[in-house]
């Protein structure tokens, strides 16, 4: 690796290092560069309950067969690794140079993908079919805090993000997110901190950071907090109803502040 896995365990370096041999494996020749964002580079990852997030560079576009391949190779090892497996999307250098919100994916795995978007023909899916709006979040995370496996620094081959296009992505986001996961509701935390202070935390500091601001919801919050420890990914049918109230109360206080925007609630 040509950075460090700090704070991690010695499980998953060693994990890493397999998903870095596999992918170099599938990609060959055509790979640049391997790079991991998410809970990993924010030093707030878990085994038994966190993925490992990561983006790869080609040199060229990827093959209907090598996309199979990718996803089949892949498949397997995420079974193999932390709770929630891999999410990963490829993307050529030449697509990051040139393109823009949303880019343009070779090829895109995650388990949740693969039970519930994945369908017959999608290795076949023209460039329009492969946008995928979360790819611009991913390179903003990734510029914030993000770790090199292998490849040229993070901030040669990834363009900037601007403030505009990196909300518009979280937005897509989240209105496209299952309002029953653990996951949707702490973002739901964490981007409004971004919106209001600037500042792209942990899903986990995220939500601590609102705890005082949504005395209403602390209870709530704090069942999500435990929820997230013990791993659990989808709410129970009883906390469902409370989850759906919630976020139609943050998407509609974002809007609130985002036509205030002198008004940092978390700074005053």
Known sequence: MSSNVSGQNDRLT??????????????????IGIYIHGSVAQNAFRWERSDVDALAVVSERLTATERLRFVDEVRVLSKEGPAKGIEVSVLTERELREGAHPYVTECHYSPFWDEYVREAGWENWDEE?????????????????????????????????????????????????????????????????????????SKEEGLQRMLPELPAYESFLRRI???????????????????????????????KERTEPDRNPLTE
Do not use: W
């Open 225 to 255: 907090l435990r929820e997230f420890y013990a791993g659990t990914v989808y709410l129970d049918e009883a906390l469902t109803e409370t989850a759906e109230r919630f976020k139609e109360e943050m998407l509609t206080k974002r809007a």
């Open 129 to 201: 079919s492969r946008r995928d709006e979360d790819i611009t979040s991913h390179i903003y995370n990734l510029r914030q805090k993000g770790i090199v496996l292998e490849g040229p620094e993070i901030t040669a081959l990834f363009p900037v993000i601007s403030r505009e296009s990196f909300m518009e992505s979280i937005a897509y986001d989240e209105h496209d997110a299952p309002v029953d996961m653990v996951d949707s509701v702490m973002n739901l935390c964490r981007y409004h901190c971004f919106l209001l202070s600037g500042a792209l935390l």
């Open 14 to 31: 060693e994990f890493l290092r397999r998903f870095q041999n596999k992918l170099r494996c599938i990609l060959g020749a055509k790979l």
